[in-house]
C-alpha cells in the first residue's frame, strides 16, 4: 500500500520560505520527502506525469522570477552514516536533504578533514555536487566519490561516480545532460582522519597569521571560513541573497591584458589553457554597483557579486537589476557575465 499522493503535494504554497533571496512565489504543487520511496511514489503517480517538476533543496541557488506551475519536490533526506572505513579515511553517506553546513561541522567535530574550507555554504548535500561547490582553494570534487539519484520516472536508483560527473567550476552534468533525468538523494563523500589542510587562499593565511596559528587544525580552518564568509557575504536570515548572482568569467588571456591596459590592478586567476579567470564582483565594482540600492533590490556593500533583497522585492525585480548589472558590464568590459544562480523564468531571461 503506497501513501496517498494527495497527503504528500500541497497545491498552491507560497515559495517564500524555501527560498533564501526570500522571493514569493507560488508553485502550483509542492511536496516535501522524506523517503526515497515517497520521492519513487510521486514521480510513478500518473498526476506526476504531466508535470513540469523542479527539484528543490534549500533554495539557497535559485531565484523564481515567476510563479511555478508545476510540481516542486523539496528533498528532505535524511541521515549520515559511515559506510566503509580505513586507517586514513572514511567513506561518509549522506542524505541530500541534510544542512550542508551542519554536516561539515559534523565532519569537523569527528576530526574528518577534507570540507572544512567549505563551512557555512548554505543550502542542502544533494545540491553541492549539481554545481560542484567551491570556496577558498576547495571544490566539492575533491572528497566526492559517488551519488545516487532516482530516475525522473522514479522507476529506479542509479550510481553516478566521480569520473562520470563532469565536474567543472561551479557545473557537472546534472546541470547538463542529466539536468530533469535525476533526482539527487545521497551523496558519499571520502574524508581524510589526517587531513592535509589547504591554507592557499590568501584570506586564510593571513587570519592563521593573525591569530598566531602555527599548526592549525581542520577546525581553526573551519572557524576562520566561517568568520571570512560573515564578514563578506550577507546572512540570508537577516537579508535576502542566493550568494555570488554570477559566475567569475573565464576570458582569454589576451582579452585580460587588454582589460588590464586600463586597469592594471584588475584581478586575476591564470586557469591555464590561455585562460584568465576574472572575478565577477570587481568587474561589477568597476561598473558602478557596489552596495546600490534600486527599489528593493541591490548589491551587498562588501560583495558587490551578491544581489540582495531589501524587502518585499519580487522575482522580476532582482532579475532587472540583473540583467542592468550585465548589460553595463558588457558594455564596460565586453565580458558576458552568466549567471550562477538556477533561475526559474518563463521566458528564460538574463
Ligand atoms: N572583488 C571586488 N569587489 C567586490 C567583490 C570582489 O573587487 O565587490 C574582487 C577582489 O579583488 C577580491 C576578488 O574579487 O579579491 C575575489 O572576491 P572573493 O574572494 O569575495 O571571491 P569571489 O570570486 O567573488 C568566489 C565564489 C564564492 C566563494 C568565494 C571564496 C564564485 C561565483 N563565487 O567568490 O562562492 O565563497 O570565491 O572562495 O565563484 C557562491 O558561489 O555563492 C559563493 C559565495
Redesign the pocket.
Known amino acids: 500500500m503506497g501513501t496517498d499522493f494527495n497527503s504528500l503535494v500541497k497545491t498552491d504554497v507560497d515559495l517564500q520560505p524555501y527560498n533564501t533571496l526570500n522571493i514569493s512565489a507560488k508553485a502550483r504543487y509542492f511536496a516535501s520527502v522524506e523517503l526515497e520511496s515517497q520521492l519513487k511514489e510521486i514521480l510513478r503517480h500518473p498526476k506526476t506525469e504531466k508535470l513540469k517538476i523542479m527539484v528543490l533543496g534549500g533554495g539557497s541557488?535559485v531565484l523564481f522570477g515567476d510563479d511555478f506551475d508545476g510540481l516542486i519536490l523539496h528533498i528532505q533526506i535524511k541521515g549520515k552514516e559511515v559506510i566503509k572505513e580505513t586507517d586514513d579515511y572514511v567513506w561518509l553517506k549522506i542524505g541530500a536533504g541534510e544542512n550542508w553546513h551542519q554536516t561539515v561541522r559534523y565532519c569537523v567535530d569527528k576530526g574528518w578533514g577534507g570540507i572544512e574550507n567549505l563551512s557555512l555554504?548554505p543550502g542542502t548535500v544533494g545540491a553541492a555536487p549539481i554545481?560542484n561547490?567551491?570556496?577558498?582553494?576547495v571544490e566539492l570534487e575533491e572528497v566526492f566519490e559517488w551519488l545516487e539519484a532516482v530516475d525522473i520516472e522514479g522507476r529506479e536508483t542509479r550510481r553516478y561516480e566521480k569520473e562520470h560527473c563532469e565536474f567543472g567550476?561551479?557545473d557537472s552534468i546534472f546541470k547538463g545532460e542529466l539536468k530533469g533525468v535525476v533526482i539527487v538523494t545521497n551523496v558519499v563523500l571520502k574524508l581524510s582522519k589526517n587531513p592535509e589542510l589547504n591554507t592557499s587562499?590568501?584570506?586564510i593565511q593571513s587570519e592563521l597569521e593573525e591569530r598566531n596559528i602555527d599548526k592549525p587544525t581542520i577546525r581553526d580552518i573551519s572557524d576562520i571560513v566561517i568568520d571570512?564568509?560573515n564578514s563578506?557575504?550577507p546572512n540570508p536570515n537577516l537579508l535576502g541573497n542566493?550568494?555570488?548572482f554570477?559566475?567569475?568569467p573565464i576570458v582569454r588571456d589576451d582579452d585580460y591584458e587588454h582589460i588590464k591596459k586600463e586597469y592594471p590592478e584588475a584581478?586575476g586567476y591564470d586557469m591555464g589553457n590561455q585562460k584568465t579567470k576574472v572575478?565577477?564582483?570587481?568587474l561589477?565594482?568597476?561598473a558602478g554597483w557596489?552596495g546600490k540600492v534600486v527599489g528593493n533590490t541591490g548589491?551587498?556593500k562588501?560583495?558587490?557579486?551578491?544581489i540582495v533583497n531589501h524587502g518585499g522585492a519580487t522575482g522580476r525585480e532582482i532579475l532587472d537589476l540583473a540583467d542592468r548589472i550585465k548589460k553595463s558590464v558588457k558594455e564596460k568590459f565586453g565580458i558576458a557575465l552568466v549567471p550562477?544562480v538556477n533561475i526559474v523564468s518563463s521566458d528564460g531571461k538574463v
Open positions: 541557488n555554504i554545481q561547490i567551491g570556496a577558498y582553494g567550476y561551479r587562499y590568501g584570506a571570512i564568509r563578506k557575504l542566493a550568494g555570488s554570477f559566475k567569475n584581478p572575478p565577477a564582483g570587481w561589477i565594482e568597476e557596489k548589491t551587498y562588501q560583495q558587490a557579486l551578491v550562477e
